[in-house]
């Protein structure tokens, strides 16, 4: 399941949860491009804190964004993977963009506009 | 201990899931860690994905089938089709190699399968089908694991 949240100054959240396999990814691309289409997205963070399992269908999802915002620089920034999932994103190539802190954290590393709670 | 078990099920993308589920059950009595259980079933993901969107193109009519042995603290596992078969499985076994890029493939599957195992066999007839062969040993159950 993906929760797309737009944030203010082109920042898209998207908060996967449950378990993301081919079958899921099929299922979520669409929206999740529909939401990098609309508006102004200069960066996505991935939130995995709540997702339980991924496969390398996850990491073509994010590499296929990744490539959807190669035309306005945009940055990508993955939060929270399970140990095994890092795995993942180092045997792609990803694990440079991977972190381990908190949404608001990374908000502020892209730059984006932080809203008090 | 010993147990075997054979799997069958149709070539569809939602029996992805029945399959990582079906075999997670099975090797819970080996009380695995929680790394040892998620690469498990990520190997078993990437095995089984392979045989129904490559062996069948989601053909909907064709059977793949997964069994797997226990054998002390050993699980092999082997994941079959009677698919297309893979051209030339040296290229296929290549990080980041995809034939279907137009679907997102990564490409990492047998990267994966390879790092997350303790030995994996790829046989494949072009037109006969695929069948991957995988073993994955799972370390010692400690008494302080087992006071978990």
Request: proline share 3%; charged share 25%.
């Given at each position: 399941m993906a929760t797309i949240t737009q944030l203010e100054n082109g920042i898209v959240l998207i908060t996967l949860a449950?378990?993301?396999?081919?079958?899921?990814?099929?299922?979520i691309?669409?929206e999740v491009?529909t939401a990098i289409?609309t508006g102004?997205t200069?960066a996505i963070i991935w939130d995995l804190y709540q997702?339980?399992?991924?496969?390398?269908?996850?990491?073509?999802?994010?590499?296929?964004?990744?490539?959807?915002?190669?035309?306005?620089?945009?940055?990508?920034l993955?939060l929270?993977?399970?140990?095994?999932?890092?795995?993942?994103?180092?045997?792609?190539?990803?694990?440079?963009?991977?972190?381990?802190?908190t949404v608001e954290?990374a908000i502020?590393?892209i730059?984006g506009v932080v809203h008090?709670k | 201990?010993?147990?075997?078990?054979?799997?069958?099920?149709?070539?569809?993308?939602?029996?992805?899931?029945?399959?990582?589920?079906?075999?997670?059950?099975?090797?819970?009595?080996?009380?695995?860690?929680?790394?040892?259980?998620?690469?498990?079933?990520?190997?078993?993901?990437?095995?089984?994905?392979?045989?129904?969107?490559?062996?069948?193109?989601?053909?909907?009519?064709?059977?793949?089938?997964?069994?797997?042995?226990?054998?002390?603290?050993?699980?092999?596992?082997?994941?079959?089709?009677?698919?297309?078969?893979?051209?030339?499985?040296?290229?296929?076994?290549?990080?980041?190699?995809?034939?279907?890029?137009?679907?997102?493939?990564?490409?990492?599957?047998?990267?994966?399968?390879?790092?997350?195992?303790?030995?994996?066999?790829?046989?494949?007839?072009?037109?006969?089908?695929?069948?991957?062969?995988?073993?994955?040993?799972?370390?010692?159950?400690?008494?302080?694991?087992?006071?978990?």
């Amino acid at each position: 399941m993906a929760t797309i949240t737009q944030l203010e100054n082109g920042i898209v959240l998207i908060t996967l949860a449950g378990e993301l396999d081919n079958h899921e990814a099929n299922q979520i691309r669409e929206e999740v491009s529909t939401a990098i289409f609309t508006g102004k997205t200069r960066a996505i963070i991935w939130d995995l804190y709540q997702l339980g399992f991924m496969d390398s269908a996850g990491i073509g999802l994010i590499l296929g964004r990744m490539r959807d915002l190669v035309p306005v620089n945009g940055e990508t920034l993955i939060l929270n993977p399970s140990p095994t999932m890092q795995k993942l994103f180092q045997f792609s190539g990803l694990g440079e963009v991977v972190r381990i802190c908190t949404v608001e954290e990374a908000i502020d590393e892209i730059g984006g506009v932080v809203h008090e709670k | 201990m010993k147990n075997e078990m054979t799997l069958s099920f149709l070539a569809i993308e939602q029996n992805e899931a029945l399959a990582r589920m079906a075999l997670t059950c099975f090797i819970a009595p080996l009380d695995p860690t929680l790394d040892e259980l998620s690469e498990f079933k990520t190997i078993v993901s990437e095995a089984v994905t392979n045989a129904i969107i490559h062996g069948y193109e989601c053909d909907g009519k064709s059977m793949v089938k997964v069994h797997a042995t226990i054998d002390d603290r050993s699980v092999k596992m082997t994941v079959t089709d009677e698919g297309m078969g893979i051209f030339d499985i040296e290229q296929a076994m290549e990080p980041m190699f995809t034939t279907k890029p137009q679907m997102e493939r990564s490409g990492m599957g047998f990267t994966i399968m390879e790092s997350f195992s303790d030995g994996i066999r790829v046989d494949s007839t072009l037109g006969n089908g695929t069948i991957v062969t995988f073993e994955k040993n799972f370390s010692p159950v400690t008494e302080v694991s087992r006071m978990r």
